[in-house]
């Protein structure tokens, strides 16, 4: 993505061109997100992230006059970009919507796109007219998928990491346009900053990959130091049992060998009397 968003870049080439590497980028935005959908270990998915339950309300109770807005397509960590839809009954108004305090957005209808953070932010909406009201609302939106390991044979000795959604949407590459030489510059800021998140994510995952080695490792050494105790206390001391049985194979023929003389001078005596 990063090769074409250079050569779209690029002010020798067509707008023609510029429309087919477009196509090609639009392919590779939908292949991340194929990807980061469909990558899971034994049915557990690891690259789409934990979807958090979005909620929705007016400050003061219902909505003024009719007027509500939802949150459409919300589904970032953070910089999420969301679709406010707006409405006040089935007519038009003009409207301003902002976000903590500072306006993002304003138009005429129902709808209008803006950027925001996820965490604690407040919607305001206010249509011309006799109506406005404050949103406050919390956003659906996909964060780091955790996952824990049990890696002792007592109770809570466990180890755990974490792996961020690699969705286009939480890399900041689903807004990738290079259809313009300055959307092309603009889009290979964005997909550097995506490379960079997905290196980062990488070594975290190869830091506890070694992490885990090194517990096996351990784990290891503490089974084999476990069953050399348990063959201490089990087994039998060959060397020290060989030593005893040697030594009382030799008492025990010594002591055939003096009972094999005692018993000849009775011999001798039965002779004489013959």
């Known amino acids: 993505m990063r090769e074409l968003a250079v050569q779209a870049a690029n002010g020798s080439i067509t707008s023609a061109d510029r429309q087919n590497i477009t196509s090609e980028v639009n392919q590779l935005i939908s292949e991340l997100d194929r990807i980061a959908e469909t990558t899971q270990f034994n049915t557990q998915s690891l ?9 929705i309300g007016w400050s003061g109770g219902s909505a003024p006059n009719g007027v509500s807005a939802t949150i459409v397509n919300a589904s970032a960590v953070t910089n999420a970009v969301y ?21 993002v957005a304003s138009g005429v ?42 890696i002792g044979a007592n109770a809570n000795q466990t180890t755990s990491f974490s792996i961020n959604p690699m969705d286009t949407t939480s890399l900041g590459v689903n807004v990738v346009d290079v259809s313009t030489v300055e959307g092309a510059n603009t889009a290979i800021g964005l997909i550097d900053a995506a490379i960079t998140n997905v290196a980062s994510q990488r070594s975290t995952l190869g830091a506890a990959q070694n992490r885990l080695e090194h517990t096996i490792n351990n784990l290891t050494v503490a089974s084999e130091n476990l069953s050399a105790s348990e063959s201490r206390i089990r087994d039998v001391d060959m060397a020290f049992e060989m030593t005893n049985y040697t030594k009382n194979q030799i008492m025990l023929q010594a002591g055939v060998a003096m009972l094999a003389q005692a018993n000849v001078a009775p011999q001798m005596v039965l002779q004489l009397l013959r």
Not at 88 to 93: H, I, L, Q
């Open 47 to 55: 690259l789409s992230g934990q979807a958090v339950a979005a909620s």
């Open 83 to 103: 679709t406010i839809i707006a409405t006040y009954g089935n007519s038009s108004f003009d409207y301003t919507i902002s976000i903590n305090s500072s306006v």
């Open 109 to 150: 209808n129902n709808g209008a796109t803006v950027t925001a953070t996820v965490n604690g932010i407040q919607f305001v909406l206010n249509p011309t007219g006799n109506v406005s009201g404050t949103l406050n609302a919390t956003a659906a939106y996909n964060t780091a998928q955790s996952f824990s390991f049990h």
